[in-house]
C-alpha cells in the first residue's frame, strides 16, 4: 500500500485529496479532503494533516501537484526542503488533463482535480521532481521580465504610431506613450545588463557559455534565455526530450487511408522559441554556413519558408544542446564531413538492399 496526495494550487489556496492506494488490486480509497492557504503556515498545516492520516499504518507517501504558472513553487520548494522522504512529482496541466479525462472525470472543479492528481501519482510511474537552482530561476524571472517588456513596449509603439496617423491631435495622450514607452526601454536596458552579469558571475560556466557564442546567430541573450528556461540543460538526457519541451516536436495524425498534415505539437516552452526565431533569422540573412544550407535545401523541397525557418530554429537548439554537453565549439567543416559521411552510409545501405541475395538457407534440403 501507499498513500498519494493530490493538491490543485491556485494564487491564495490549494485543495488536497489524500488517498490510501492498494498496489495488489490496484484499488483506491480517499482517505480525506481539505483546503489549506498557499502561504508558509498552510504548508505546515497540509503536512501536519497529512501525518495525522497516515500515521497508524506507515507506507511511502506520493504528493503530486500540477505545473501551475508559479503558485505551485512555494510549496514545492518546502515539500522539497523540509519532507524529502515524500515522492514529490510536478507534472504538466495538459498530461493531468488528459490523464483526469481518460478516468471519466468530465467536470473540473479544485476537488475533482485534486482528486485526480492523486490518483495520477499512484497509478503512474513519475519522475521526482529535482527543485530549482537559485541561479538558473534568477536568471529566468530576468529574460521573461525583458521579453514580457518588449511586447508592451511594441504594443505602445503601435498605439503611437496609430495617433501620429489618426488625424487627430492628441498631444498629451502622445506625450504620456512617449514617456512610458523610454521608461519601458530603460528597463529593458538595465534588465540587459543584469542578465549579462548574472551569467559572468558563474566561472564555472565560462567555458561551455564560449562554446554556445562560437554557434552562429547565438548571442548573450539567447543563450541566457534558453539555459534559463532548461536549468542549464540539466533535466534532459536526450535530444528528443528538449525538442518535445521546447514544443518543436511533429504532431501526425493517421487513421486507415487518412494522413493529416504534419504540424508542429507547439506543447513547450514559449519562451525557447521565441528566443530561437532571431538567431535563426540571423544564419538565413547571413546566406553562409551548413545552417543556411539546410534552410535552401529544406526551402527547394517544398518552397515554404517559415516551415524551413523553423527546422533552422530547431537545428540551432540542437547545437546548442550538444556544444553545451560536450564542451566543444562549432566547426562546420565538421558538420559537413560528418554529412557527407552520413550520405555516403545511406547510399550504401541502399545499394546493398537492392543488390541483396536470397538469404534462405538451402544446404538441408535432401534432393528427390
Not at 489556496?13 to 490510501?20: K, M
Not at 495520477?120 to 529566468?140: H, Q, V
Not at 562554446?211 to 534565455?225: D, E, H, M, N, Q
Not at 526551402?299 to 560536450?326: C, E, P, T
Request: proline fraction near 3%; charge should be positive; glycine fraction near 6%.
Amino acid at each position: 500500500m501507499i498513500y498519494s496526495i493530490g493538491t490543485d494550487m491556485s494564487k491564495d489556496e490549494f485543495s488536497a485529496c489524500l488517498q490510501s492506494y492498494d498496489l495488489r488490486s490496484q484499488s483506491h480509497q480517499v482517505i480525506s479532503r481539505k483546503t489549506f492557504k498557499n502561504k508558509p503556515s498552510g504548508f505546515k498545516a497540509c503536512m501536519s494533516w497529512l501525518a495525522r492520516h497516515t500515521r497508524k499504518d506507515p507506507a511511502p507517501i506520493r504528493l503530486t501537484m500540477e505545473a501551475t504558472g508559479v503558485y505551485y513553487e512555494s510549496f514545492a520548494l518546502f515539500a522539497g526542503e523540509h519532507h524529502q522522504q515524500i515522492h514529490l512529482s510536478v507534472v504538466l496541466p495538459s498530461q493531468s488533463k488528459r490523464y483526469i479525462e481518460s478516468r471519466g472525470l468530465r467536470s473540473k472543479t479544485d476537488k475533482i482535480d485534486a482528486y485526480g492528481l492523486a490518483l495520477m501519482g499512484a497509478e503512474r510511474k513519475l519522475d521526482a521532481w529535482k527543485g530549482i537552482d537559485p541561479f538558473w530561476r534568477k536568471l529566468r524571472v530576468c529574460t521573461r521580465t525583458r521579453a514580457e517588456l518588449l511586447d508592451q513596449r511594441t504594443q505602445l509603439r503601435n498605439q503611437l504610431h496609430a495617433l501620429d496617423h489618426s488625424g487627430v491631435q492628441a498631444g498629451q495622450a502622445e506625450q504620456a506613450l512617449r514617456e512610458c514607452i523610454q521608461t519601458i526601454s530603460s528597463q529593458i536596458d538595465e534588465l540587459t545588463k543584469l542578465i549579462g552579469k548574472q551569467l559572468r558571475s558563474r566561472n564555472d560556466l565560462r567555458t561551455q557559455i564560449e562554446c554556445l557564442r562560437s554557434i552562429p546567430g547565438i548571442g548573450t541573450l539567447t543563450i541566457a534565455c534558453i539555459l534559463a528556461e532548461t536549468n542549464g540543460f540539466a533535466e534532459f538526457h536526450k535530444i528528443s526530450q528538449l525538442i518535445s519541451f521546447s514544443g518543436y516536436d511533429v504532431k501526425i495524425k493517421q487513421s486507415g487511408k487518412w494522413t493529416g498534415q504534419p504540424k508542429l505539437s507547439k506543447q513547450g516552452s514559449k519562451y525557447i522559441r521565441r528566443a530561437m526565431f532571431m538567431p535563426a533569422s540571423a544564419v538565413v540573412r547571413s546566406e553562409q554556413g551548413p545552417m543556411y544550407e539546410l534552410y535552401q535545401r529544406l526551402l527547394g523541397k517544398h518552397d515554404i519558408k517559415m516551415k524551413a525557418h523553423v527546422a533552422v530554429q530547431k537545428k540551432l537548439l540542437s547545437y546548442m544542446y550538444f556544444l553545451w554537453n560536450r564542451q566543444e565549439t562549432f566547426n562546420p567543416e565538421k558538420i559537413r564531413r560528418d554529412k557527407a559521411i552520413h550520405q555516403a552510409r545511406q547510399k550504401q545501405k541502399k545499394v546493398a538492399s537492392t543488390n541483396a541475395e536470397a538469404t534462405v538457407d538451402t544446404s538441408l534440403v535432401v534432393s528427390q
